[in-house]
Antibody, heavy 119, light 108 residues
Framework: QVQLQESGPGLVKPSQTLSLTCTVSGGSISSGSYYWSWIRQPAGKGLEWIGR???????NYNPSLKSRVTISVDTSKNQFSLKLSSVTAADTAVYYCARVGFREAFDIWGQGTMVTVSS | DIQMTQSPSSLSASVGDRVTITCRAS??????LNWYQQKPGKAPKLLIY???SLQSGVPSRFSGSGSGTDFTLTISSLQPEDFATYYCQQSYSTLPYSFGQGTKLEIK
């Protein structure tokens, strides 16, 4: 079955760019009509949707982060990626990648990766 | 943006209890409402999609109902493994997707 796995640095300095990759295994990222999303969760808080990408490269972002976010896809590597620029301590969170399934529910999630923004 | 409000924020209950969690949307979202369960240190897990459809593999003691702006998640008979935090999420056509603030279900 399809599984997702996030990877990337666990520590990023303020004002720098956070970069994460989600690797899809057990199936092709291009099969089916799915969007692929990034979601984050600060410690002890709720979930915030960051954005999504279709395998064609079409993207949608949360307006609250839109000026700093870029999501891209590499179908040859079965991966999609997140870049968040000009990070501050407020961007410290667990970052999840997820598949957007039927009726746009997040039906498959990665295990999450903790990213801390600190000098 | 569509705001999602869950109630209560926390809830104490006992094994075997029937529990209901409510989610209200700031505007009509038809049946574009999904429910997730999250345990500490784990990713959320999809329980219910499209307001009332049970995700494959989820026990039948979980059920969802509602449409428009008001929705409920019901657990018919609480099991020890059900103590967790529950989130609703709207997936209506208007982005961004948004989540409720969560309901923490604790053991009484």
């Amino acid at each position: 079955q399809v599984q997702l796995q996030e990877s990337g640095p666990g520590l990023v300095k303020p004002s720098q760019t956070l970069s994460l990759t989600c690797t899809v295994s057990g199936g092709s990222i291009s099969s089916g009509s799915y969007y692929w999303s990034w979601i984050r969760q600060p410690a002890g808080k709720g979930l915030e949707w960051i954005g999504r990408i279709y395998t064609s490269g079409s993207t949608n972002y949360n307006p609250s982060l839109k000026s700093r976010v870029t999501i891209s896809v590499d179908t040859s590597k079965n991966q999609f990626s997140l870049k968040l620029s000009s990070v501050t301590a407020a961007d410290t969170a667990v970052y999840y990648c997820a598949r957007v399934g039927f009726r746009e529910a997040f039906d498959i999630w990665g295990q999450g990766t903790m990213v801390t923004v600190s000098s | 943006d569509i705001q999602m409000t869950q109630s209560p924020s926390s809830l104490s209950a006992s094994v075997g209890d029937r529990v209901t969690i409510t989610c209200r949307a700031s505007q009509s979202i038809s049946s574009y409402l999904n429910w997730y369960q999250q345990k500490p240190g784990k990713a959320p897990k999809l329980l219910i999609y499209a307001a009332s459809s049970l995700q494959s593999g989820v026990p039948s003691r979980f059920s969802g109902s509602g449409s428009g702006t008001d929705f409920t998640l019901t657990i018919s008979s609480l099991q020890p493994e059900d103590f967790a935090t529950y989130y609703c999420q709207q997936s209506y056509s208007t982005l961004p997707y948004s989540f409720g603030q969560g309901t923490k279900l604790e053991i009484k």
